[in-house]
């Protein structure tokens, strides 16, 4: 069978997307709350609209672009991702979702096809973790799981909280609450994303159907040691946070190797020091690792080995540790009645695909416990994600959003209330 | 004897400079350039023309404050030191030496003492590396020896260039050479100190004469690695900028204390992650490598094992890795008629001394290949410096400022000319 899908609109659509908060070097940064990511929802708004649905925005700012359907009060089926990136991310990671929600609603028009359904396109806010060190806060808020005092107490790099940056894009903190929806609106919710990994690529398959979501634990180090002139302090004298915190950097690389297997991975992405100054032994250095895998009990051993790492490497130098755990998730399975419903699809179309697990956390994760939900993944070229060599051949993703397009039918005709 | 400085108002005068960019914790900030070092500036000025000196600012923004002499046409007798401070550091380290000089001139004018030179007391600007990664500006500016394209193109932690930070002080960049002053201008240079170490303390001695003033190498090195997703990027598959600079920060430390002897000090004291998010791999990490030593060749030893350590851990990890060397000083002499002029002085005053090395880098070694010039030290509390915990006692305080006078007063009656 032909495609429905244009992939010379997507790709111009991706291209247009691309270039909201893009530095001279190719990345692209849209930060949670920031100008960039509102402008992108702005011109999403524009286009949704432009293809006659009602759009929407609410508490937390995530955009809504409603399409009725034909059979009166039945629930919404949603389609999108987000539009927000790391910093010097990537044109897809999140783009890609809703950028192929529109290009849906855009075929349906097209085709003259009614769903019995009201289609929503969504474009969640906020789902990188990069600012704030929460993520997913848009889907959260949607499912009442956003925890709202660490948002507004939480500060980026400049030190901006996340009540201000709230109200910086124009959104009342107080008011978040109201975010959240009820699980009889939404019958189902469907995600297309990059696959930000090598398992498609290397199996050769266009298509990956998530079925289970890896969660992270998530620890917070502060090392306290004690700041001392570089030029006047004896080497055995020092109490240096950051040589500490280098230890600890490297045992956890060491103990995720020891004790994991292919999926587990131990990361830190963040490492700050105080005061910071060339000609001062740093008094403290804080820093944040990440630990993800698909077997809750792996992880749990990985992130306990590495505490007990940490503490006697503290205990060894002299210096103090502070741990916090801000979060600390299970794996999160999807709808066993999406995944079937994507498989079949896969198979109808004749497009190679594959069940996997997702080791990235998405809004879908969020939206699961609260609603069926589903995943699509598309390759990314050698994986890489989170970057701005992040890559997918326009013709790469075609597939995928027939896919998604074809499973959100399928759904409609299945679906009545769940 | 009884000695002639007025101990209450040195005190008082401390307690003044402490409270200009304190922070609630009990640390100082008065960063190079910063509001904080020109509201300091301004208030020493005044007190200094209330004393009835002529004051002037140079085009870097050095405060020099000037009491005639009673010979016509003789070299200043220069005193002071800066008033600047690393973050959150302590009251003394720069401060005592400015406010001393303007303790000496108290003095001199209610003891009815004419001197044949002028004294001059003398606020530097920017001694301090911290905000630019160069430190001695104000001081190396005098004497023609600041690196003005390096510190007009450095950047501060917020991105703030040097030339902008000058403009925002209200200096004008393009004037700096002008600074420059003539060696004839200057008979000598005397700078009070806290040691910033704990020698004093450990030999119960309340005077250190410096002799010699360590100097340091100074390595930028940058780790490029590959910045990738931290959930679906295979630990065997990553190229880890932050992990290989953890290595090669214990690589410093473990150096050092392989090669050096007692007085050789390897710091870490800057390190920034780049892009900085908790869920993604650092691509790139950057540091600073300051190492000291007394002695020139062992300190290029160590130097460049340290290089060569950081080499080979960038080749295992298959990262890049850039190593500039902004600084690669020899330790500086100070001039022997001054060293002996102290000691001198301090045999008359019948205060313990000893003569001793500084660890640290001051003004005075700026100055030292220029004029006569030398440092007197008082003792540090545990050494601590570059810390809010910084302290020595007042009375501990007065014998150093005494020695200064007196010194100064010798200084007039044996110098002529150099």
């Known amino acids: 069978m032909s495609f429905r899908v244009n992939q010379d609109r997507l790709g111009f659509e991706l291209d247009r997307f691309a270039r909201i908060g893009a530095s001279s070097e190719g990345g692209v940064a849209r930060l949670a709350f920031s100008p960039e990511e509102r402008e992108a929802l702005g011109q999403m708004e524009s286009l949704l609209k432009a293809e006659g649905l009602a759009t929407r925005r609410d ?12 059979a009166p009060g039945l629930p919404a089926l949603r389609v999108g991702s987000h539009l927000d990136t790391v910093p010097d991310g990537g044109r897809f990671d999140g783009a890609l979702g809703v950028i192929a929600g529109l290009e849906v609603v855009r075929v349906l028009r097209e085709q003259g096809i ?7 396109v969504v474009a969640f806010v906020g789902e990188e973790a990069a600012r704030f060190g929460m993520g997913c806060l848009g889907s959260r808020a949607t499912v009442g799981t956003l925890n709202l005092p660490r948002l507004l107490a939480a500060r980026d790099l400049r030190g901006i909280s996340g009540a201000e940056a709230l109200r910086q894009a124009g959104l009342a903190p107080e008011a978040l609450p109201s975010a959240a929806q009820k699980p009889r609106e939404i019958a189902a919710f469907l995600e297309l994303h990059i696959e930000q990994g ?9 298509i990956g159907i998530v079925t289970d979501v890896a969660n992270y634990t998530r620890l917070h180090v502060e090392v306290i040691g004690r700041a001392d002139h570089s030029g006047t302090t004896p080497m055995p004298l020092r109490r240096d946070a950051l040589a500490a915190a280098s230890e600890m950097v490297l045992a956890v690389e060491e103990t995720v190797t020891a004790l994991g297997q292919a999926p587990s991975v131990g990361t830190v992405g963040v490492l700050r020091v105080d005061p910071g100054a060339v000609n001062v032994i740093p008094g403290r250095a804080a820093f944040e690792v990440d630990v993800r895998d698909i077997d809750f009990d792996r992880k749990a051993r990985i992130a306990q080995r590495i505490q007990e790492r940490i503490a006697a490497i503290a205990e060894r130098r002299g210096v103090e540790v502070q741990v916090a755990i801000p979060s600390d998730g299970h794996p999160v ?12 699809t896969c198979e109808d179309l004749d497009i190679p695909a594959q069940k996997m ?35 997918t051949d326009l013709a790469d993703l075609v597939p995928g959003v027939e896919v998604l397009l074809e499973t959100l039918l399928q759904l409609d005709k299945k679906t009545t209330d769940h």
């Open 59 to 70: 508490a937390i700012g995530n955009l809504f672009g409603r399409r009725e359907g034909a």
């Open 114 to 120: 009614q769903t019995r359904h009201p289609i929503e």
């Open 198 to 206: 090598r398992v498609l690529e290397a199996a050769q398959k266009a």
């Open 333 to 344: 399975p999807l709808s066993a009645t999406v995944v079937e419903t994507i498989q079949k």
């Open 357 to 391: 697990v997702s080791g990235a956390g998405h809004d879908a994760m969020h939206i699961a416990p609260f609603a069926p939900a589903g995943m699509i993944f598309v390759p990314s070229r050698e994986g890489r994600s989170h970057s701005r060599l992040e890559w």
